[in-house]
T-cell receptor
Framework: AQKVTQTQTSISVMEKTTVTMDCVYETQDSSYFLFWYKQTASGEIVFLIR??????ENATVGHYSLNFQKPKSSIGLIITATQIEDSAVYFCAMREGDTNAYKVIFGKGTHLHVLP | DPKIIQKPKYLVAVTGSEKILICEQY?????MYWYRQSAKKPLEFMFS???????DNQTASSRFQPQSSKKNHLDLQITALKPDDSATYFC?????????????FGSGTRLLVI
């Protein structure tokens, strides 16, 4: 069974610094897809970035990048030059790709506080 | 304009009653989902539909019934409501047949059962 674990409940960083949020996953599938989503204080959930398991290059979108360590089943989210508006809850998620399953499993989330 | 519309935004219901949560998406997606978020179990998968057919059901209780009257609709009927059903219910959609397709979420319906 697939599982996604985020052990960091809350992180506080100073504005304009770099932060890394951890995520480990469990899957029996050889093909899978990893996602990070952001939930703002208003409750809105938005997609940020994706890593396909068969790609060796770490994905990068704007000031978000991933640290994909496949042997460790780890997919960390890196946010550079953090801004106050990056304060939110960040969810790691996974979908297995070898079946017809459409289900995406989410971790419990990491609450990021960016301080001025 | 919102791409996924969920109605109502807030809902207060009496224990034992029945409610329907509405979800409409205007993204041209054919895969739709329901998730529940509460303090106890953040973003818990409930159902997935593809081309109006049920693909996956992870909800143990038959009190939760999705209904797809149109291809861009996936409503959620909840019967015999219990206080434990209090949560925010999110509808989402994606392109079917593409496992790497990300979700677009609606803004959620916050349900309180008293």
């Amino acid at each position: 069974a697939q599982k996604v674990t985020q052990t960091q409940t809350s992180i506080s960083v100073m504005e304009k610094t770099t932060v890394t949020m951890d995520c480990v996953y469990e899957t029996q599938d050889s093909s899978y897809f990893l996602f990070w989503y952001k939930q703002t204080a208003s409750g809105e959930i938005v997609f940020l970035i994706r890593q396909d398991s068969y790609k060796k290059e770490n994905a990068t979108v704007g000031h978000y990048s991933l640290n994909f360590q496949k042997p460790k089943s780890s997919i960390g989210l890196i946010i550079t030059a953090t801004q106050i508006e990056d304060s939110a809850v960040y969810f790691c998620a996974m979908r297995e790709g070898d079946t017809n399953a459409y289900k995406v499993i989410f971790g419990k989330g990491t609450h990021l506080h960016v301080l001025p | 304009d919102p791409k996924i519309i969920q109605k109502p935004k807030y809902l207060v219901a009496v224990t034992g009653s029945e409610k329907i949560l509405i979800c409409e998406q205007y993204l041209g997606h054919n895969a739709m989902y329901w998730y529940r978020q509460s303090a106890k179990k953040p973003l818990e998968f409930m159902f997935s539909y593809s081309y109006q057919k049920l693909m996956d059901n992870q909800t143990a209780s038959s009190r939760f019934q999705p209904q797809s009257s149109k291809k861009n609709h996936l409503d959620l009927q909840i019967t015999a409501l219990k206080p434990d059903d209090s949560a925010t219910y999110f509808c989402a959609s994606s392109r079917p047949g593409q496992a790497n397709s990300d979700y677009t979420f609606g803004s959620g319906t916050r349900l309180l059962v008293i």
